[in-house]
């Protein structure tokens, strides 16, 4: 008799871990991942990235991404950015089975929706909502899947963008070395300044090769000026960049400039027009235009104002014995 209970009581013991065996697995093969393979940011061509901020549509030409359909030159990092998380995409872990999109920023007023293309065909589509409390997931939903999954990495930032600020920003860019002149016009004032052309240094009637030295420049009459001035304001235009951009025909570029400045090199000549500051939300901005870019944009107060002192102290007159202006026009 006690045999026979030993007996029912193992197999009832070895029942339950059959079930319990049974139940786990089909536990986990409901909540089995989506493999995603990668994607070679290489063969992506196009890009559409809608969201909050608004819709984007990015396609390669001629090895550069542009934003259509006006075809403004994007900024390379950003997409670059872009194009590694969509190859890189990798979900780790469900957190829900039937979402309440809005808990994650997956609704439709905040999810951004992202799709890349080949030549031929999507290569990658998905919703991204908030970053996790750990912040180093997002969460993200697939096409056809209702759960909600952990994506590796906290990467949202990365697609959240206006057009404008997927924009390139660099709206001038010249080699100091290449400049053979510079022209600044003030109303009807006219100020030029040319390099002096450097000479080898000799000893015991051998030429040596002079040390690198600051570039030394003159007037067009051969007038001496300050050197470092006029270096330091060829190093701002070098890789100038705005702080957003302009419609073609705003108001602001309407009126007449405070500086025209137009840097010669032996290849092209790039301009560059300053105009009037303007305050927009208690921020002084400073108008402007160039050769580089297509539309006109904004610097901000402390970008303009280091080219407005330095032009300034170059071309206003000093009072005698003092290196203080007298005209602030």
């Given at each position: ?74 900024d390379?990092?950003?997409?670059d950015?872009?194009l ?36 031929n065909k ?94 030394q ?8 000026v300050?050197?470092s ?66 539309d ?13 002192e ?20």
């Amino acid at each position: 008799m006690r045999f026979k209970k030993e007996l029912i009581t193992l197999v009832l013991i070895i029942a339950v871990a059959a079930g319990y065996l049974f139940l786990r697995q089909a536990d986990r093969l409901a909540y089995e991942l989506p493999q995603l393979e990668k994607v070679d940011p290489q063969t992506v061509v196009k890009l559409a990235v809608t969201g909050p901020e608004g819709n984007l549509l990015l396609e390669e030409k001629g090895g550069q991404w542009v934003l259509m359909p006006r075809e403004y030159l994007a900024d390379d990092q950003k997409v670059d950015a872009m194009l590694a998380t969509i190859g890189n995409l990798a979900v780790t872990t469900v957190v829900a089975e039937k979402s309440s999109d809005a808990r994650y920023d997956l609704d439709v007023d905040h999810r951004i929706e992202v799709t890349a293309w080949d030549e031929n065909k999507i290569v990658r589509q998905f919703s991204l909502g908030k970053a996790a409390d750990t912040f180093r997931h997002t969460f993200v939903k697939l096409p056809g899947d209702n759960r909600v999954f952990h994506a590796r990495d906290n990467f949202r930032d990365r697609f959240d963008f206006s057009v404008d600020a997927l924009r390139d920003k660099q709206v001038l860019t010249v080699e100091p070395d290449q400049v053979t002149s510079i022209q600044v016009v003030r109303k009807k004032e006219m100020f030029e300044w040319i390099p002096i052309e450097s000479k080898p240094a000799q000893s015991d009637g051998k030429e040596k090769e002079a040390p690198a030295a600051e570039k030394q420049w003159q007037t067009t009459d051969q007038k001496t000026v300050d050197h470092s001035k006029i270096n330091r304001l060829l190093q701002k235009f070098t890789d100038l960049h705005c702080q957003s951009f302009l419609e073609p025909d705003a108001p602001e570029v309407s009126t007449p400039p405070v500086w025209h400045i137009t840097l010669k090199t032996s290849d092209n000549d790039h301009t560059f027009t300053l105009y009037p500051e303007i305050t927009r939300d208690e921020e002084k901005l400073w108008p402007a235009a160039s050769s580089l870019a297509a539309d006109p944009f904004r610097l901000s107060d402390w970008q303009a104002k280091d080219i407005v002192e330095l032009i300034d102290h170059l071309t206003l007159p000093k009072k005698a014995g003092s290196g203080e202006d007298t005209s602030k026009e």
